[in-house]
Each structure stands twice: as C-alpha cells, then as structure tokens.
C-alpha cells in the first residue's frame, strides 16, 4: 500500500528545544512538501524538495530548516521552538512537480510547544 | 499573486439535500485546481482535480465538480448528501512557473445531520 509516513503522530516540546519531524515514503516520489495546518488557515506550505539535496522555501519557511538525504525521507527541523510553532505539520509526496501531479498526504504530526 | 477562496467556513445540511461547496480562484493563467477532504484527525484525502478538458469533472466518493472559467470557480457537488461526508473540504490550486507547490484554500466545514 503506497503511503506517506509520519513521525511522530504527537509530540510536546518546551520553547528552546529542537524538534525534529520525520517523513518517509514509499513510492519514489521525487517531490515531497512540508505543510502546516492551523484552524482558519488552511494548509501552509513551509518547504519543498525536489529531490535529494534540492531543496526550496515555501510561503512561511522562516524558523523552519528541512534535510533531505535519501529520496524517500524528508525530515523537518526546529532549530528552538517556539510557542507559535504548535501545529499540525503534514508531509505529502508527489511523482513530480508537472501540473497533474497527484499528492498523497501523510497522517500529520500534532506539535504543542509549551 | 494566486490565491484560492472558500467563502463558506461552515455549511450544514440535511442528510439527502444535495450539497455544494464553493471555491474561487485567482490565477492569470490556466489553473490546475483540486478537492481534497479531511476527515476529523485524519489527513488529506484527494477527492478529483480539473486540468483540462471536460469542465464537469467527477472524483471519488461520489462527488463532481464543475470548472467555470466566466467567473473563476471550481464549485464541488455531491447529491444526496450522506451524514458521512461530514468533514472539512479543501479547495486547492497548483501554481505555473518553476515551482508546482499547492495552494489551499481556508476549508469549509461540511456537517450533514441524520
């Protein structure tokens, strides 16, 4: 079953503490996205790689740094939190960046920072 | 700038009306436009898209929508509601240039009472 992976579903954090989100796939998407979802906002696009090493800021990238080394993971980084980070972050894949890409989303993973 | 607008925060509806969520669009070239449906504390699910062609295009679920350039709109359409289609609706645009990022609307939160 071709499907996004996220790491972890929850996760609680003090503001200071770095934070590492994990995203893995397994269909051999060469495009993979970070979004964040907030109530009333919709879904944010915060970065997106088209490949290893080749990466791109999205609409809403400051404090937010992203690491792709292997095709099928794409990590996510908080270099020190901070409380207007609590989110739901979700990772989504693509085959490519053509117009009628489909993209699966993952699960999402739920960050309080405190 | 492209942007996407879905006026309705919320709608409700009866179980067997028929149902229509709206969705405009702001984009000076040819848009390839999306539905996606989130379920309560589950990601994204792709419903169907418009990239050309047909202007009434039909998804998953049950669901169509219909594409009118004349007035920038992508409205989606499902008839009878089912209290299970109970979820948020996400209107989404991909933008032309080097990047192909997705751009969502804000949701409508659809409830369909038994």
């Known amino acids: 079953d071709m499907k996004v992976t996220q790491m972890p579903r929850y996760l609680i954090k003090r503001m200071g503490e770095n934070v590492l989100l994990e995203c893995g796939q397994d269909m051999s998407h060469e495009t993979m996205y970070w979004y964040r979802q907030d109530p009333g906002l919709g879904l944010q696009l915060i970065y997106i790689s088209y490949d290893v090493d080749s990466n791109s800021e999205g609409d809403i990238p400051k404090g937010y740094r992203v690491s792709r080394k292997k095709r099928e993971h794409f990590s996510l980084i908080l270099d020190s939190a901070k409380t207007n980070q609590t989110s739901v972050y979700f990772c989504?894949?693509?085959?490519?960046?053509?117009?009628?890409?489909?993209?699966?989303f993952g699960s999402g993973t739920r960050l309080l920072v405190i | 700038a492209q942007s996407v607008d879905q006026p309705d925060a919320h709608v409700t509806l009866s179980e067997g009306a028929s149902l229509e969520l709206r969705c405009s669009y702001s984009?000076?070239?040819?848009?390839?436009l999306f539905w996606y449906v989130q379920y309560p504390g589950q990601s994204l699910q792709f419903l169907l898209k418009?990239?050309?062609?047909?202007?009434v295009v039909k998804g998953t679920k049950g669901f169509e929508a219909e594409f009118r350039k004349s007035n920038s709109s992508f409205n989606l359409k499902k008839s009878p509601a089912h209290w299970s289609d109970s979820a948020k609706y996400f209107c989404a645009l991909v933008r032309g240039g080097s990047n192909y990022k997705l751009t969502f609307g804000k949701g409508t939160l659809l409830t369909v009472t038994p």
């Open positions: 984009y000076s070239a040819a848009p390839y």
């Open positions: 989504a894949s693509s085959p490519g960046t053509g117009r009628n890409s489909d993209y699966t």
């Open positions: 418009y990239i050309t062609g047909d202007t």
